[in-house]
């Protein structure tokens, strides 16, 4: 029996997950912030403390994500697309597509069996494809970002937002707040123009079912629901769809580990 | 006689005050807010007070611009892309092309003499108008309008490799804690921005003369990077904010005179400067 730790440093959040051999058994997430290393070796600390380990006992890390050249005590690097599959793979091993609604970027990878990449797209040259499309408006709207589902799960007539773009969409948010339009129709005016803008990237490549969905966008369930609704499909939605990646990175610690 | 343009824009309201030979009698810039509606009578107020004239002497007022319809008092509303081409060819009689790139849009006009024949215009992305400079340079801690000649001590361009204004934003503060020098970043900003322009404005095809107006023409960063991204002589009017309001106060006389030369009568707007209300 050996332990491995995978971290996933987003660009807005950090998370780490500790496997015994295969199985998850702790996680952690933070807000990544300004150093990166640090967040790393905050994450490895609250792992290892969880389990009551020591950093000796940890046979092999893996790092994956924009930030995992700074978590300097990884063995390896390895791809968020390969990562993301894999842990996607160890949560709904029948998933036969996955999309992960990053604060960065959307992705959109098919699986074939095994957790393998069959084809993928990635949606991140632009905010209003990604989940920092809902923080903006989230942030004009002075909620927290957990409330933004529930909130506009009870919107019975969303909002038309005139452009896709975040920058215009956040002074559409604000003069719609000044005429008097409520918070819940707002939030739920974004959801459908990020649904729609994932959904056509679904497309892209083909929507293969069972779809699973993660990354910090799948905590917002009207996004679920609205991107359900524009697939036509029921998702898989992990209870802890943040740490699919890094999950999926401690799997390939032990996958390579193992096969040493 | 004297007529007026006022051009309601997303950050700026502009009024403009002509006699009848085009002489310049006033003109006012104001912030627009958000109470557009109700602030146009405010700077129509400023400008015939500089001009030391009443709402009662002017013939014929022409609105343009986002707001336009918000300008209880105006005669007729004219859309910005024709005032803008009026304006721009009544400065510079040999333009042919004008770029016009303004804080929430830009819009790439195709003029003969006078009048607007074709346009191309971005208003969907705010990586390509001057939303982008605004926001990073906000990101930055600059002011908006020392970025062009902090830019222009450059020694070398920055890419800058994120389109999307917001993610933009998140690599220029990183470029910095990086060591890069402000004013490469600044250069690579302005050479982004000059590149998106500049394939918009290849769609409609750009033939000499080319006019840059808009709040970033005042951007002497921009002047140059665009002149660098086209490769071609740019004409800038001195008061490149205002060429909207000066076409409308154009096309306030011109229509104005052919009615009169016409015979026809004008109906005009009360002259009252009440605030608009919401059913004006």
């Known amino acids: 029996m050996s332990w491995f730790i995978g971290i996933d440093i987003g660009s807005a959040y950090s998370k780490g997950v500790i496997t015994k051999d295969f199985e998850p ?24 403390r969880q389990v009551n380990l020591s950093q000796d006992d940890i046979t092999n890390t893996v790092a994956t994500g924009a930030g995992a050249d700074n978590v300097y005590f990884a063995s390896q690097k390895a791809s968020d697309i390969v990562c993301t599959a894999r842990g996607i793979n160890n949560a709904f091993p029948q998933a036969r597509t996955v999309i992960d609604v990053a604060s960065q970027s959307t992705k959109v990878i098919r699986l074939s069996g095994e957790g393998k990449v069959a084809n993928f797209t990635v949606s991140e040259k632009c905010a209003g494809g990604s989940g920092r499309f809902i923080e903006v408006i989230a942030n004009v709207l002075r909620i927290n970002l957990s409330d933004f589902g529930p909130l506009s799960a009870r919107s019975r007539t969303p909002i038309t937002f005139s452009t896709g773009c975040a920058v215009f969409g956040e002074s559409e948010a604000i003069t719609r707040v000044s005429e008097g339009i409520p918070k819940e129709d707002i939030a739920a005016g974004v959801n459908k123009a990020l649904a729609s803008k994932i959904s056509s990237l679904v497309k892209k490549i083909k929507l293969e079912e069972p779809c699973a969905i993660c990354g910090g966008g799948a905590l917002n369930i009207a996004l679920v629901k609205t991107i359900e609704g524009e697939l036509n499909t029921t998702l898989l939605v992990s209870p802890y769809p943040q740490i699919i990646t890094a999950l999926g990175a401690a799997i390939t610690a032990a996958t390579s580990a193992t096969s040493e | ?164 204004t917001i993610f933009a934003q998140q690599e220029v503060v990183a470029l910095l804690s990086h060591g890069e020098k ?56 001195e008061e490149p904010l205002l060429t909207g309001a000066l076409g409308a ?8 005179m052919k009615a009169v030369a016409e015979g026809e009568a004008l109906p005009t707007k009360s002259r009252r400067l009440e605030k608009a209300t919401f059913f004006s």
């Open chain 1, 25 to 48: 058994v702790a996680s952690h997430v933070i807000i990544s912030g300004a150093n990166y290393r640090t967040s790393a070796e905050a994450i490895r600390t609250e792992l290892i």
């Open chain 2, 1 to 164: 006689m004297y007529f007026a343009g006022v051009d309601i824009g997303s950050t700026m309201t502009k009024v403009m005050l002509i006699d009848k030979s085009d002489n310049l009698l006033s003109a006012i810039k104001g912030p627009t807010g958000p109470e557009h509606r109700q602030l146009a009578n405010e700077v129509m107020r400023q400008a015939l007070e500089q001009a030391s004239l009443q709402i009662d002497d002017i013939s014929y007022i022409v609105a343009t611009g986002y707001g336009r319809l918000n300008v209880p008092f105006a005669d007729r509303q004219i859309t910005e892309l024709s005032c803008h081409a009026r304006g721009v060819s009544s400065l510079f009689p040999n333009a042919r092309t004008a770029i016009d790139i303004g804080g929430q849009d830009t819009k790439c006009l195709k003029i003969d003499n006078g009048k607007l024949i074709n346009f191309v215009m971005n208003d969907k992305c705010a990586a390509g108008t001057g939303r982008f400079l605004e926001l990073t340079a906000a990101a930055l801690g600059i002011e908006l309008q020392d970025m062009g000649d902090i830019s222009l001590k450059a020694d070398k361009k920055i890419q800058i490799s994120n389109l999307c």
């Open chain 2, 182 to 237: 402000l004013e490469n970043i600044l250069a690579g900003l302005h050479a982004a921005l000059a590149s998106r322009v500049a394939a918009l404005a290849r769609r409609l095809g750009i033939e000499p003369d080319l006019v840059l107006t808009g709040g970033v023409a005042k951007n002497t960063g921009m002047v140059k990077a665009m002149k660098e991204s086209l490769d071609c002589e740019l004409f800038v009017p």
């Open chain 2, 249 to 256: 106060a154009i096309l306030a006389k011109e229509t104005y």
